[in-house]
Structures are given as structure tokens and as C-alpha cells.
């Protein structure tokens, strides 16, 4: 973090007008985003440049004259434009993405629910879009937790920006292509990866935030699953289409079997070249074997699905 924008927070703990408790909760979420900034201090005995000491007054005079929410407002601006032109262009990281979405994600929290909220959201998710297009993110596959922790920051930001909007914030196609190589892991490695996906987020460490993995970030991260898809290799595409079919087949407990249908069906709906495959091993399926109603039917949407190309 710049010397200017942490001491232009420090000093109003020494204004009695101002809430120590407040700026303090402040303070400490914004070191969590020390290690995106590289050293700042001045040697001992050095004096701080000019410009810095004017940005750190303005700042401090800015901060002084508004209430609660416009100073967390204007210091959630001040660390996203801090992160997009002094940390990106010396280090781009899924490790510097996560942090930098933690860090807005917290001090949203210290905003009042309602629409203030969800616009800083809403405009932080946008402005992440915009860095990933010009600071694209390269990780291996096997490279799971912290791609795991972005997905999960990034699908949370959405939910709560959506909470106080008129409209459902849509992730851009451009976050989601981020998370290919996380996605060609799991469908590689996982009966159903959509399920494993859900499993592993619910399982893992939330960096302190208090939420329960529900239904809207099923549906985010099928969303997820679905646009990369596509894009992963042909053969681990057909090895995890053929996978799932067999898994609804020998599955005995429809929930079970309905849920991989509806991850089989996320991978078939854009992707013709499977599509045509699992239809056609649907058909033979339904040739070779009687299958108990429920499954029967299933197999009977999958052979039918190859008519839509």
C-alpha cells in the first residue's frame, strides 16, 4: 500500500470527532494488501517527496470532511486505482487478484446493506474485467487452491451486488475464460466436476467471511464450467461426457443421477462435436439395455439432444 493512502487513514484516529473503532477495521483490511505493493519506506533520516506529502494531505483533508460511508467509498477507490497502476504492471497473480477482491469485499462490508453496497461491487467486478483484459492470468491447472479462492470471491461479489440492483449482475465472458485451467483440472480429475467444484469451495477456508454455498453459486460456477468447457481439450471433453453417462446409468439413487444429467448437460449444450457423441451413445444405451423409468428417460433427452445441431 502507498505511504500516502495508509497515513492519510492513520491520522484520523488522532480526531475525536472521527469513529476510532471504524477507521482501525479500516486499517487492518487495508494491510491485507501490503504484499501488493512493493517496499515503499523511506531510509532513516530521508525526508518524503514533495508530490507524496501533497497526495497525503489532500487525501487527509478529503477523508476529514466526509461521514462514514463516502470515506469508505473513496478509499475503496483509492486501493482500486492504487492496485491497477502500481501493482498489476510489476506483478500479475492469482494470488494478487484474490487479495485485491478480499480486500474491496471487506470494506463493502463495512458499507450499510443496501444499494451502495452492491454498486461498489457491481463497479469493482467491472473493473476486474477490464484489468484481466489487459493483465491476463497464467497458472498451471494443477494449481487449484487460490484459483478456487478468486472463483469463489468473484461469485460472492456477484451475488451481493445483485442483492440491491434492479438486474442480476452478469459475470463478462472474460472473467469466466480465467478459469480454464481450473476447470480442465476438475473435469479431468472428477466424476462430476460441478459437484466436486461446489464440494471443495464448501469445504475450504472463506478468508473469515460468513456465507452458506447456496443455489446461486451453483449456478454461477455451472456457468463457469459451462464457458470453459468447450475450450478444454476434445479427449478430456469426451472422457468426462462418456464418464458422467456411464455414472447415470449405473447410478442407483435418482438425486444422484439427476445431478450428474445436469452437469453432463452443461458440457453438451454448447459443445456440438460432444453433443453428437453422447447422443449417439445414448441411442445405444437405450438399444442394449432396459433401464429402470427415470434413468430411461434421461437417455431418451441425451439421444434426442443430437438433433439440435
Same mark, same amino acid.
Given at each position: ?11 484520523? @484516529? ?10 482501525? /477495521? ?11 505493493? $512493493? ?30 460511508? +463516502?470515506?469508505?467509498?473513496?478509499? &475503496? ?16 497473480? *492469482?494470488?494478487?487478484? @484474490?487479495?485485491?477482491? @478480499? ?6 462490508? =463495512? ?13 469493482? @467486478? ?11 492470468? +497464467? ?7 487460490? $484459483? ?18 434492479? #438486474? $442480476?449482475?452478469? %459475470?463478462?465472458?472474460? &472473467?469466466?475464460?480465467?478459469? %480454464? $485451467?481450473?476447470?480442465?483440472? #476438475?473435469?479431468?480429475?472428477? /466424476? ?17 467471511? &460468513? ?23 476434445? =479427449? ?5 461426457? &462418456? ?7 449405473? +447410478?442407483?439413487?435418482?438425486?444422484? *443421477? ?8 452443461? #458440457? ?26 427415470? *434413468? ?14
Amino acid at each position: 500500500m502507498s505511504e500516502d493512502l495508509i497515513s492519510s487513514v492513520k491520522v484520523l @484516529l488522532g480526531s475525536s470527532k472521527n469513529s476510532h473503532r471504524q477507521i482501525n /477495521d479500516i486499517l487492518s483490511i487495508l494491510k491485507l494488501g501490503n504484499q501488493l505493493f $512493493p517496499s515503499q519506506k523511506s531510509q532513516p533520516g530521508s525526508e518524503l517527496p514533495k508530490d507524496v506529502i501533497s497526495s497525503e494531505n489532500k487525501k487527509r483533508t478529503e477523508l476529514q470532511r466526509m461521514n462514514k460511508q +463516502e470515506r469508505i467509498l473513496k478509499i &475503496t477507490e483509492w486501493f482500486t486505482n492504487e492496485f491497477e497502476t502500481k501493482s498489476l504492471p510489476v506483478n500479475v497473480s *492469482v494470488k494478487n487478484y @484474490l487479495t485485491f477482491l @478480499l480486500v474491496v469485499f471487506k470494506l463493502s462490508k =463495512k458499507l450499510k446493506p443496501g444499494y451502495h453496497r452492491s454498486l461498489v461491487l457491481a463497479n469493482t @467486478l467491472s473493473r476486474l474485467n477490464k484489468m484481466l483484459v489487459n493483465h491476463p492470468l +497464467e497458472y498451471n491447472k494443477r494449481t487449484t487452491r487460490e $484459483p478456487l479462492g478468486l472463483l469463489f470471491l468473484i461469485t460472492e461479489s456477484a451475488l451481493e451486488a445483485s442483492r440491491n440492483l434492479k #438486474f $442480476p449482475y452478469m %459475470i463478462d465472458e472474460t &472473467t469466466f475464460t480465467q478459469f %480454464i $485451467p481450473l476447470m480442465t483440472r #476438475f473435469s479431468m480429475d472428477s /466424476d462430476d466436476p460441478l459437484q466436486e467444484i461446489v464440494k471443495t469451495i464448501s469445504d475450504m477456508s472463506k478468508y473469515r467471511i &460468513t456465507t452458506t454455498i447456496g443455489e446461486g453459486h451453483r449456478k454461477i460456477f455451472g456457468s463457469v464450467l459451462q464457458h470453459c468447457s468447450p475450450k478444454i481439450p476434445l =479427449k478430456n471433453r469426451i472422457e468426462t461426457g &462418456t464418464r458422467l453417462l456411464k455414472k447415470i446409468t449405473s +447410478e442407483q439413487n435418482d438425486s444422484t *443421477v439427476l445431478s450428474h444429467y445436469n452437469t453432463l448437460k452443461l #458440457f453438451v449444450e454448447k459443445d456440438t462435436e460432444l453433443r453428437i457423441l453422447i447422443s449417439k451413445l445414448a441411442k445405444e444405451e437405450i438399444t442394449r439395455t432396459k433401464y429402470r423409468r427415470f *434413468v430411461n428417460g434421461i437417455l431418451e433427452e441425451l439421444a434426442n439432444a443430437g438433433k439440435l445441431t
